[in-house]
């Protein structure tokens, strides 16, 4: 093998290895994106894409979304070199991976960068609840107003929100979500606690609550929100380990496990227990 070179990911690049590797449409689209802002890697080796590290940036975190090398040209340390490639110039801010954990030499080049593995991440998938599953997720003692959501009238809460449970401030992505997703912001009392967003794909999230006792209320309105305005009848969403709530109640609706990851990163200060993530690329 001649010596790989890796460069920030043009495009065409970064489409083709990620349709090589059956990436869902709002994959490349995001990833596309990414490329445009400069945040897509890639290894070639003789024109061709043998590997890529994605990455998008918040407020107070670089967070790595996608790291992949072709499987015949591992043990090189191309992984090594896509990652300190689009993590160099960052040492200031905090760095997170999502990294599946059917790879461990992923794992391993986490450890070598001083990265801790902090919270597995499970992908539910599978038909739509039936209407009865629904209303019992929904019957509970809390009484939410709800409003459609707007990215700058709710800027406050989203950021508090977003600070509490993910660590990071995200209003540059709430604009994007608000444009290509549906989303709702839930209150008691005159208090906002929660928000959620669903996709015509049939992805749930990103969603927040201020506490987890709101989590399944939230995400059975979520889910009724999708079949009605989307004519959903599939949904899918990510789901760290610690919350509890939403894994058993997923389960219970007949979602199943479809995928498993792990995040890892320097020092997380988020609640990951009230949260729910939408797509691996974004979190």
């Known amino acids: 093998m001649s010596e790989a070179v890796v460069e920030r990911g043009a495009p065409d690049g970064v489409r083709a290895i990620l349709r090589r590797r059956a990436f869902d449409d709002a994959g490349i689209a995001l990833a596309l994106r990414f490329a445009e802002r400069g945040a897509a890697v890639v ?16 407020e ?27 993590l160099g110039g960052e040492s200031d801010r905090p760095r997170a991976m999502l990294l599946d954990v059917r790879e461990p030499a992923m794992l391993a080049l986490a450890f070598r960068l001083g990265m801790g593995l902090r919270e597995p ?16 997720m929904a019957a509970g003692e809390y009484r939410f107003a709800v409003e459609s959501l707007d990215p700058e009238a709710h800027a406050f809460v989203l950021d508090e929100l977003d600070r509490a449970t993910r660590a990071t401030n995200r209003p540059a992505d709430h604009a994007e979500f608000a444009r290509a997703a549906t989303g709702h912001v839930f209150s008691l ?34 889910l009724v929100t999708l079949s009605r305005a989307h004519a959903a009848t599939w949904c899918t969403m990510l789901v760290p ?27 997380f200060a988020g609640d990951l227990s009230r949260y729910v993530g939408a797509h691996r690329l974004l979190f």
Not at 125 to 132: F, K, Q, Y
Not at 203 to 221: D, F, H, K, N, T
Not at 244 to 256: K, V
Request: with cysteine; aromatic share 8%.
């Open 43 to 58: 290894a070639r080796d003789a024109g061709e894409t043998i590997g890529i590290a994605l990455a998008h940036d918040s």
């Open 60 to 86: 107070d975190e670089r967070y790595v979304g996608d790291l992949f090398v072709e499987p015949s040209y591992r043990g090189n340390g191309i992984g090594r070199r896509l990652l300190d490639t689009m």
């Open 121 to 136: 991440v499970v992908r539910f998938a599978g038909a739509m609840p039936r209407e009865e599953e629904l209303a019992k």
């Open 189 to 222: 009392n005159g208090e906002s606690v929660g928000y959620a967003y669903v996709w015509p794909d049939g992805r749930v999230g990103p969603m927040a609550c201020a506490s987890e006792s709101y989590l399944v209320q939230i995400l059975a309105y979520a």
């Open 241 to 267: 380990g610690r919350n509890r709530r939403i894994a058993r109640a997923s389960l219970r609706a007949g979602l199943r496990v479809a995928e498993s990851f792990t995040i890892a990163g320097d020092a």
